[in-house]
């Protein structure tokens, strides 16, 4: 059977409350996407229910079938996390920004919604610290008003005139009140208060007030037969609560084609070339050393990332051991060396409906993590397509639940702030801060 890639459009149709861990109180926090394990546990649901009609109950005798396939091949689905997008977007795929984005600490975000702009600090800051000694320390501040600027972390995307926009949800908090599992009635002074997604969206492109659309999430599906795509799209809920109201959704299936290594080739060549054209301006300031030689290539984790050094300790760092063993060894260890790294560290639980029984909590690396390698000898054509493979297949463990996305070179490390700012002269003093 032949597997393909699909976009996963997902469309509420209630209130959703996606809670990564049991609340210590009255309060549950809620997601503010749809995790990929959350759909991937629906639709393991729906086939083995299918299996079930079906008189096919003894699954593990019948390797081929849809669920093991899906599920327990070695080369299982990918279900990646769903994020918001607006109704009316002409993107068609949102992402995360990396980490080494920044934007003005008074007025944030993007320039088209009124901030003052986003950019990144990849390039320049590898620029600058290549610079033996600096003497000073790199600390740009906004172009705009001159101020700090922090990290800036959202979910957006862009669209085809190259603009960029801020994808987030609206949440509310609803009460509702404990039911007693012997009596099945109200449990009386016990309540307990769900943050939810709301249902609908303000159409930000609209002048009216009350112009509200579907809340919209956008995910996709790898490695898939068309027996588990039509199975996605048939679901109805996702996620726990459907009997209280909320996680009902509605989801179309769209075939794809998965982005290429001459795709990502290009992206590699384009991060280089800014490089080469960034370092002549810090020459200006001293320094006894530039850029290596070779290819810088970047990891941008677009979602949560559980690694494992090859003795088996958590890390959450991307190391040229682990980038090897995720490539097949084609990017080998001493090819590469990984310059910078940044990130940061979180933890990831979940339920495991089949055992009954919550799922081990792992160390992780965040979200919007960013790893910058160089190859000295420069990357072939093989290492591109291994890394274009990677985007499709993640990297770390469970990667079939959402784990572990990760994008090469994402195109917003272009987005300098001298962008911004035509005075380039500008740009290079107001960035010097005295160590």
Not at 198 to 212: G, I, L, P, Y
């Amino acid at each position: 059977m032949a597997q393909n890639s699909y976009r996963v459009v997902i469309t509420a149709q209630s209130p959703l409350s996606f809670s990564q861990r049991k609340p210590g109180g009255i309060f549950q926090e809620s997601l503010t996407y749809v995790p990929g394990s959350t759909l991937r546990g629906a639709t393991a649901d729906t086939l083995l229910n299918g299996a079930m009609q079906d008189h096919l109950s003894h699954l593990k005798f019948l390797p081929n079938c849809d669920f093991c396939q899906c599920f327990l091949g070695q080369e299982a689905a990918v279900f990646t996390n769903a994020y918001p997008v607006a109704p009316k977007s002409t993107a068609e795929t949102p992402f995360v920004l990396p980490a080494t984005a920044v934007s003005c600490k008074h007025q944030q975000g993007f320039s088209q919604a009124d901030g003052h702009g986003v950019f990144d600090t990849l390039i320049d800051r590898l620029c600058w610290e290549t610079l033996e000694p600096t003497g000073l320390l790199y600390g740009p501040d906004c172009p705009h008003c001159h101020e700090r600027v922090e990290s800036y972390s959202t979910v957006f995307t862009r669209d085809q005139a190259g603009r960029y926009q801020r994808q987030e949800v609206s949440q509310r908090l609803l009460t509702r009140v404990a039911i007693n599992r012997r009596r099945a009635v109200a449990e009386e002074g016990l309540l307990y208060s769900p943050w939810v997604i709301e249902e609908v969206t303000r159409d930000e492109q609209s002048d009216s007030e009350t112009d509200f659309t579907p809340t919209t999430f956008v995910g996709a599906l790898y490695g898939a037969e068309q027996a588990v795509a039509s199975a996605v799209e048939s679901l109805t809920t996702v996620g726990g609560g459907s009997s209280r109201g909320l996680n009902h959704v509605q989801i179309k299936v769209v075939p794809i084609t998965v982005e290429d290594y001459q795709a990502v080739k290009q992206r590699v060549a384009h991060f280089n070339r800014l490089i080469d054209t960034v370092w002549p301006l810090y020459q200006a300031l001293g320094g006894q050393d530039k850029p290596k030689a070779g290819h810088y290539f970047t990891l941008d984790l677009q979602a949560q990332t559980i690694l494992k050094t090859p003795y088996g300790e958590p890390t959450m760092v991307v190391d040229e051991a682990i980038l090897e063993q995720a490539t097949g060894g084609q990017l080998k260890s001493a090819d590469i060396n990984l310059v910078r790294s940044y990130t940061s560290y979180g933890y990831v639980t979940g339920w495991n409906s089949a055992w009954k029984l919550p799922k081990q909590a792992e160390v992780c690396a965040q979200t919007g993590s960013v790893f910058l390698f160089q190859a000295p000898n420069g990357l072939n054509d093989e290492q591109l397509k291994a890394l274009a493979a990677l985007q499709q297949r993640g990297i770390g463990l469970r990667t079939g639940e959402g784990f572990g996305q990760v994008r090469i070179c994402d195109e917003f490390h272009l987005v300098r702030r001298d962008g911004q700012d035509p005075d380039l002269t500008n740009t290079l003093t107001s960035g010097l801060a005295p160590r």
